[in-house]
Nanobody
Framework: VQLQACGGGLVQAGGSLRLSCAASGRTFSSYYMGWFRQAPGKEREFVASISWNGGLTDYADSVKGRFIISRDNAKNMVYLQMNSLKPEDTAVYYC??????????????WGQGTLVTVSS
């Protein structure tokens, strides 16, 4: 599976962005999909994940109630709708394909990352 994330940019605090991740490969629908982020000087952290059929989602406590992960298996796409953005959400965001986990080690395939900058 090859992944390519896009949709990042500069937004003011309180604003919204939607990240998209395009996947190639026929087995896309077999994988859990996740979003992770890495801020400067910090370790990569889990943001959200979604099951193969979209029926189960998990979120980090820091984004729960503000971010929504979704997927469209017909289009080989996964999305992250980010609302009520805060400066602390500033990071490079990565999409990944793998297995249900909060750990990046359980994800086998990674996109290149897209930068989200939230100004105060």
């Amino acid at each position: 599976v090859q992944l390519q994330a896009c949709g990042g940019g500069l937004v003011q605090a309180g604003g919204s962005l939607r990240l998209s991740c395009a996947a190639s490969g026929r087995t896309f629908s077999s994988y859990y999909m996740g979003w992770f982020r890495q801020a400067p000087g910090k370790e990569r952290e889990f943001v959200a994940s979604i099951s193969w059929n979209g029926g189960l989602t998990d979120y980090a406590d820091s984004v729960k109630g503000r971010f929504i992960i979704s997927r469209d298996n017909a289009k080989n796409m996964v999305y992250l709708q980010m609302n009520s953005l805060k400066p602390e959400d500033t990071a490079v965001y990565y999409c990944a394909a793998g297995w249900r986990s909060y750990s990046s080690r359980k994800y086998d395939y990674w996109g290149q990352g897209t930068l989200v900058t939230v100004s105060s």
